[in-house]
């Protein structure tokens, strides 16, 4: 495989337009989601639906699909596991608000914030359970290696963020290091089992890993930009959340190592206390040290070598907007 990355630059692109190759496959996933979220429980249909149709991108099961007709799997399995990869996406999202007392998200009150904590936790048991109880229906032994070792991968990547809320001596590798395990990790996964559906050789299985693991990180960087220079109305969050958690994203960090003394003085209190009231500050220092650029420019990098991965697939309308996801990862503002 070529390990020349890919540049990004240019245009906004158009998430529907990249779901082209894969929209009745996208509308089988639906409906299997449908029916596998029936209960007798009416508070697990409340909060689903809450949640499911809160706008997400719904990048990861995409991914399933996108990587399974690139590599040429036939079957139907890919629909099944591509609503796993959206109920175990889900849960982690009822659990993160949770855990980080989030109020606000995709534009829209949290499920916690709504329901309650343990309604949202215990819903978010809900959809790990399905999950895997279809993941063994569907009995591909491989794929529930990969998806359980990506769970227990992104538990422990939270668990690592939470240890380091607060903590302003945090350095970049260190933190590279957390999203690839709470982030990357699971589009990771999420290509590898088109891959694994495809019964490729084990250097593309790689080279598919490869890919899903650089898109991760780009777009989580791009989550850390955006969290400092997005339009709340479009990324469906208030702006400076992160810091308010204690979190020390990537352009944080940045202006630690790099800033200017008043600069770094400003960024350590924000983050040792849960700073919101110091929020104009931080984002002046952030903005001045030219954080947000360095950070962008490390998305795109990684946006570049998702993109190199898989130059060498064969030419497919899925391949196509494979390789135009990490321009959506770099390019979006929402």
Do not use: W
């Amino acid at each position: 495989m070529p390990t020349r990355a890919r540049t990004y630059q240019g245009s906004f692109v158009n998430l529907e337009k990249l779901f082209q190759p894969i929209r009745q496959g996208m509308l089988a996933v639906d409906a299997i989601a449908e029916a596998r979220l029936r209960s007798r429980a009416s508070l697990v249909r409340r909060i689903a639906e809450h949640i499911l149709l809160g706008g997400g991108k719904r990048l990861r099961p995409a991914l399933v699909l996108l990587s399974s007709g690139a590599l040429g799997y036939r079957g139907t399995a890919h629909y099944a596991l591509a609503a796993v990869v959206e109920f175990i996406h889900t849960a982690t999202l009822l659990h993160d608000d949770v855990v980080d007392d989030s109020t606000l998200r995709r534009g829209r009150q949290t499920a916690n914030t709504i329901f309650g904590n343990a309604s949202s936790i215990l819903v978010g048991d809900f959809f790990y359970s399905r999950a895997f109880e279809i993941m063994v229906e569907v009995g591909e032994m491989r794929v529930m290696q990969a998806l359980s070792e990506a769970t227990s991968v992104i538990a422990e990547g939270e668990v690592l963020q939470l240890m380091n809320c607060h903590n302003a001596d945090i350095g970049e590798s260190e933190y590279l290091d957390i999203i690839c395990c709470k982030t990357a990790k699971f589009f990771e996964a999420a290509a590898r089992i088109g891959a694994i559906l495809g019964k490729v050789s084990p250097e593309i299985e790689r080279c598919m890993a490869d890919y899903g693991r650089h898109l991760g990180v780009a777009f989580q960087l791009i989550d850390d930009v955006l969290d400092y220079s997005g339009v709340e109305s479009e990324i469906g969050k208030r702006l400076g959340d992160d810091l308010a958690e204690g979190k020390p994203t990537l352009p944080l960090i940045h202006v630690l190592q790099n800033g200017a003394p008043e600069q770094k003085t400003c960024v350590r209190r924000a983050i040792e206390t849960s700073g919101r009231g110091d929020f104009g500050k931080v984002l002046s220092a952030v903005r001045a040290s030219g954080a947000l650029a360095y950070a962008r420019q490390k998305a795109e990098a990684e946006a570049g070598l998702a993109a190199a991965a898989i130059e060498s697939l064969p030419a497919s309308p899925c391949k196509d907007s494979l390789l135009e996801f990490p321009r959506f990862a770099v390019t979006r503002d929402f």
